[in-house]
């Protein structure tokens, strides 16, 4: 496998052998020693955990270089490789998740599906693909399911137990924070807004738990404030000693605030729910303050995006589209498109995710193994 990295401190040296082993690991799991039976997986969340579902229910075309690393091939992810669902699908040595809208794919969905669009928000409510719309697609996915798992053929379909001991995973809300910037509102108008988004994911969390569902692994957002497209295309700029954005930020700290206490609250209502609340804002600050350690040279540029040096995002010439340009395979880039996550960031988050020092509370991933 090549070297991800080219970076001559002895940290980094040791951080590159120990990422490329963990890329080589993945992408032949081990896992199955720990996860002899893997739980269904279903995952509802916007371009973060996409895994196709875009080209799959509008046939919005994501070409190449999106999937050149892992895949070779687009596959509708928005990055060069895997996603960090993805990396953690295959920790449970499941399959990769399939898009629930793609009907081509010859997947009978029995390790669950993924609901996940790019652009989903919150709020507002009942429009593609909005946070209530994924639900009402996983409750028709679900009596649809049981109905087939009646039929003769019903071991190809997922039973009612497989729907009670599923892993129900949520990562949303960073886009309900960064329209409601995009649209021009102060950093109060848009904090305004989070209780709002919280109380839909609380809103879909208990519809799960009504239906049977009992485990759960919640996404704070990320950095907002970090994300190339973000930087490039704001006028006003309150900077952070790493080059955030302390506004963009800010809010995301607070959503996360508002979510774990969310979170704590129904672990007290659902007694017999298990709701992991997992700190993804924390793992990805720290790439950015601590880039040089991981080989990360320039961590607000995007790797494959126009306009170089600083940010390398121009919104009219996006990832992809003609006039774009690409980073060499071998470079070290945090950032793929502007806004997502390159392969090599998102194993490094994958790593530091299962190793249960951002999760709360601190439960192994492979907790969710069926028994």
Known sequence: ?????????????????????????????????????????????????????????????????????????STGRLSDGRLLIDFLCQSLNTSLLRPYLDSLGGSRFQNGANFAIVGSTTLPKNVPFALNIQLMQFLHFKSRSLELASTSNGSMFISEDGFKNALYMIDIGQNDIARSFSKGNSYS???????????????????????????????????????????????????????????YNSAAKLFNQILDHMCEELRTELRDATIIYVDIYAIKYSLIVNSNKYGFGRPLMACCGYGGSPYNYNVNITCGHRGSNVCDKGSHFISWDGIHYTETANAIVAVKLLSMQYSKPPTPFHFFCRR
């Open 1 to 73: 496998m090549a070297t991800l990295f080219c970076h001559s401190d002895t940290f980094s040296f040791f951080f590159t052998i120990f990422v490329s082993l963990v890329l080589l690991s993945l992408r032949q799991p081990s896992a199955a020693a720990i996860c002899q039976a893997p739980p269904v997986i279903f995952n509802f969340g916007d371009s973060n955990s996409d895994t196709g579902g875009l080209v799959a229910g509008l046939g919005y075309p994501i070409g190449f270089p999106n999937g050149r690393l892992f895949f070779r091939r």
């Open 189 to 247: 108008q848009t904090v305004e807004l989070i209780p709002q988004i919280i109380s839909e994911i609380k809103t879909v969390m208990k519809k799960l738990y009504d239906e049977g569902g009992r485990r759960f692994w919640i996404h704070n957002t990320g950095p907002l404030g970090c994300l190339p497209q973000k930087l490039s295309m704001v006028k006003r700029r309150d900077l952070d000693q790493h080059g955030c954005l302390t506004s």
